[in-house]
């Protein structure tokens, strides 16, 4: 059974920086995809950022130039380094994992709130 744990969220001023960490129970080298999205109150989910298994990156246009993910995939690790941070930015931030093929499956961590207040 795949599990995601995030952690890092809390509560920041703006202008400051959190770093996210996702830990996966499995290998992510396999792993297609990974992302991080984000929901905030009466909102939608939204993709924040996400990584592919070759290493290639998006970001939502909200976040460009401010955020950045990485993984380590000898720790299984997801990380998402959130600098600049905005009151727009607050949200309960999720880990998700995708991978395709005969065994493949798409999870969810827990999430982690994120609160950007003076």
């Known amino acids: 059974q795949v599990q995601l744990v995030e952690s890092g969220g809390g509560l920041v001023q703006p202008g400051g920086s959190l770093r996210l960490s996702c830990a996966a129970s499995?290998?992510?080298?396999?792993?297609?995809?990974m992302g991080w999205y984000r929901q905030a109150p009466g909102k939608q989910r939204e993709l924040v950022s996400s990584?592919?298994?070759?290493?290639?990156?998006r970001y939502a246009d909200s976040v460009k130039g401010r955020f950045t993910i990485s993984k380590d995939n000898a720790k299984n690790t997801l990380d998402l380094q959130m600098n600049s941070l905005k009151p727009k930015d607050t949200a309960v931030y999720y880990c998700?994992?995708?991978?395709?093929?005969?065994?493949?499956?798409?999870?969810w961590g827990q999430g982690t709130q994120v609160t950007v207040s003076s």
């Open positions: 499995v290998s992510i080298v396999s792993i297609t995809v």
């Open positions: 990584i592919s298994s070759g290493g290639t990156t």
């Open positions: 998700n994992a995708v991978r395709y093929g005969n065994v493949g499956f798409d999870r």
